[in-house]
């Protein structure tokens, strides 16, 4: 079966400051990790998938298959960054995701 | 395009009542899912299809029903609404040819009392 796991349920940060959400997953095939954000009152969006390897919005993840990881992180948070964020495991048949519990992050001024 | 469209917005039901969750899309995506968003658990799938006539039960499919019978529309329909059932859901669709991207409706805020 698969899982992903988001241990924070929320992350309360400065504006400057470094941020890093954890997700860790369990699944027994080739794995297919994304990050979906979901700003308030508006609709989940896709903001990075671990196969472009591309930064988006300042964001970045890197897979580490050893740890089963694919921690978001950035290295100056902004208060424009408080949303919802979804860890979310793909790569099976049907191509439906499994999602995380999400980690709100809370951006201080 | 209008991308996935689902109505309606809002809905208070009484325990029992029936109603339909409609979901739209017109980017002529195959896949197309029903997931419930409950606070703090994250997004689990109801129901899912990969095409035109063809639908099969995600996780949690119990109390809901869904058809296909054409490719752009997938309603979810509640037969018997229970106090469980108060949820936000989303519709997603997603045209596994084009890059795996799946794309959200924008919710719809149930709640039964």
């Known amino acids: 079966a698969q899982r992903v796991t988001q241990p924070e349920k929320l992350l309360s940060v400065f504006k400057g400051a470094p941020v890093e959400l954890k997700c860790n997953y369990s699944?027994?095939?080739?794995?297919?990790l994304f990050w979906y954000v979901q700003y308030s009152r508006q609709r989940l969006q896709l903001l990075l998938r671990h196969i472009s390897r591309e930064s988006i919005k300042g964001f970045t993840a890197d897979l580490n298959k050893g740890e089963t990881s694919f921690h978001l992180k950035k290295p100056f948070a902004q208060e424009e960054d408080s949303a919802m964020y979804y860890c979310?495991?793909?790569?099976?048949?049907?191509?439906?995701?499994?999602f995380g519990g999400g980690t709100r992050l809370m951006v201080k001024p | 395009n209008a991308g996935v469209t689902q109505t309606p917005k809002f809905r208070i039901l009484k325990i029992g009542q029936s109603m339909t969750l409609q979901c739209t899309q017109d980017?002529?995506?195959?896949?197309m899912y029903w997931y419930r968003q409950d606070p703090g658990m994250g997004l689990k799938l109801i129901y899912y299809s990969v095409g035109a006539g063809i639908t099969d039960k995600g996780e949690v499919p119990n109390g809901y029903n869904v058809s296909r019978s054409t490719t752009e529309d997938f309603p979810l329909r509640l037969e018997l609404a229970a106090p469980s059932q108060t949820s936000v859901y989303f519709c997603a669709s997603i045209k596994p040819s084009s890059g795996n991207t799946i794309y959200f409706g924008e919710g719809s805020w149930l709640t039964v009392v």
């Open positions: 979310a495991l793909g790569g099976n048949a049907g191509n439906m995701l499994t």
């Open positions: 980017m002529n995506h195959n896949y």
């Open positions: 699944y027994s095939g080739s794995p297919e």
